[in-house]
């Protein structure tokens, strides 16, 4: 099966930054739509951020927006999310996840996508 590892995570101070990647397996990865989701312990799993096949239209939560920054590099298989200003409330295991082949349009639905890492966690201390 398809493999999408993260890494990135670590425990950082309020106000602090980190760069989550995400390594994708596979031959078709610019044709894929990428998105990450995290998940605080006894709470949903919440859409964090996604990116289309070029990268030309990004999506965020509000609760990220303006702080996050998801972005790709084809030539790689990977996917990056640019996190900053980090908030305690940031706290969770961020998961990396693949939307179905051949669609370009962004999703916010955990349901639409298919394919999902083990996560990295990123601890926020304050």
Known sequence: QVQLIESGGGLVQAGGSLRLSCVASGRSFNMHVFGWFRQAPGKE?????AIN???ARTEYADSVAGRFTVSRDNTKNTVFLQTSSLKPEDSAVYYCARGRYGVNNIRRQDTEYVDWGQGTQVTVSS
Request: net charge neutral.
């Open 45 to 49: 799993r919440e859409f964090v951020a």
């Open 53 to 55: 096949w070029g990268g």
